[in-house]
């Protein structure tokens, strides 16, 4: 496993339960970092190793990502001499697809690219003429004629038909939960077990869309409180907490701030809530299923709408507040049926076995 830091991501959350579940499954899993950063437990038994970039001149931009995968390259090569050759190499996140795409140890075929997210929508939308098409040219060159995993269908195709990308192989695999682990982190105590109350778990980003989420709810009419649980910078903090003064709901929105176990919060809510711009997938609204609460999510591109389907689908909404608003205030009066929801396809054994699969494959 390769990633750019353990910041308190879904991708990265995604890696450790990916990398718990294998070795539990009896393999070796050797985690590299690329970064310090890591704000989760590393699971008992994977290999963690943090390969950081000292370097400090002045032209270090200029050869990031060369330098990078020359240390990458070294820390495999070291891995592999003490404990034999790799047989799945698998890259999260697009800073570290780019670097491991420059490196000259890790082996082309047995080497996979787990796209997280929807890359139009996060690197396309604010660019314009030469900036746009420099993006979608290097983003091209870093997975054409490569192996991609996308956890949903979505991300592939947005790949595919945006940047034009020819990958060599292709699969969709979806993000794995540990549905026992879930659920019995969700026993923990929260401050506001046996109240009504709203939740929205997500670091504090422009593709999140707290703004659409905070002027939703001002027009939703619904006065129990609304849970943030995440953090950002103190620009983007102080600017939420701004908004809400400005919609006169300052008194009913918690910033409860990051927490690396959300369960206990989700469990006990009587919504969860995503007003994302594009969602990779949205592990938020699995796990939220998984600890019983209903969900209600923007029709963004990307994974929400394969996840709620049946009867879930009455949480979706239109992209813009005042569908958003409606969709929140008709889920909470009338909730869908979730107590039987099969989850096994989430499951971290159906999951896992994907992954495995691919190892046959070289």
Known sequence: ????????????????????????????????SLRTVCDYTIPEGVDFQIVADACKKPWRKLTELDRRAALLDEAVAAAETAGGRFDLVLSHLHKTD?????????????????????????????????????????????YRHRNLIGVS??????????FHVRPNQNRVIFNPFDFDAIRQLSLEPCSLEGTDYLIHVGRFHQTKRHDRLLRAYAKSTLTVPLV????????????????????????RVIFQGFTSNPYPWIRHARELIVSSDSEGFGNV??????CGTPIVSTRCPGGPVSIMTGDLARGLAEMNEDSLAATMKAIYQHPPAIADLDLTIYSIEAVCQQYLDLITLE
Request: charged residues 25%; positive net charge.
């Open 1 to 32: 496993m390769i990633i750019d830091g353990l910041p308190g991501g879904g991708a990265e959350k995604v890696v450790l339960t990916l990398s718990k579940g294998l070795v539990d499954r009896g393999h070796q899993v050797v985690l590299f």
């Open 98 to 142: 780019r670097i491991v795409s420059r490196c000259k140890r890790l082996r082309p075929e047995i080497t996979w690219f787990c796209i997280h997210g929807v890359f139009s929508a996060s690197y396309l939308s604010r660019r314009k003429g030469v900036s746009r098409w420099l993006k979608k040219c290097k983003t091209r060159s870093v």
């Open 153 to 162: 269908q979505y991300v592939i195709d947005d790949l595919k038909e945006v």
């Open 228 to 251: 943030l649980i995440g953090q950002g910078s103190s620009e983007a903090t102080a600017a939420l907490k701004r908004l809400a003064e400005e919609l006169n709901i300052a008194d």
């Open 285 to 290: 609204l699995v796990e939220a299923l998984i």
